[in-house]
């Protein structure tokens, strides 16, 4: 019985839908600043857009701006944290390399 395409799934070669997504997420883009006009990425413009949006009272915007800070203030302080645990991977990687280093 033969396949359908959509069934064979993605074609080699072609990106992704995530690929896609980070492709067009850094396209550039102009915008008028006051007298300027400025060029940036469509994922840091469409942020800007998103902060502008809360900044005018918009309740969804408002949390969506505090959860996501929320987030990446977590994620970075977990990262800068000397403290945190080593994971089992990094562990391995040290034991590695601690035994071809002779030590």
Excluded: W, Y
């Excluded at 896609?20 to 008028?32: C, D, G, S």
Aim: glycine share 6%.
């Amino acid at each position: 019985m033969k396949r359908s395409s959509c069934a064979a799934g993605r074609p080699r070669g072609r990106p992704s839908l995530d690929e896609l997504l980070l492709e067009e997420a850094a396209r550039l883009v102009k915008f008028q600043a006051g007298d300027k006009v400025m060029h940036m990425d469509r994922d840091r413009a469409l942020m800007r857009k998103l902060f502008d949006i809360a900044l005018q009272g918009n309740l969804r915007a408002i949390q969506l701006v505090t959860e996501r800070l929320r987030q990446a203030q977590a994620a970075l302080a977990a990262k800068a944290d000397p403290e945190t645990p080593l994971t089992e991977e990094e562990i391995a990687l040290l034991e590695m390399m601690s035994k071809t280093s002779g030590g």
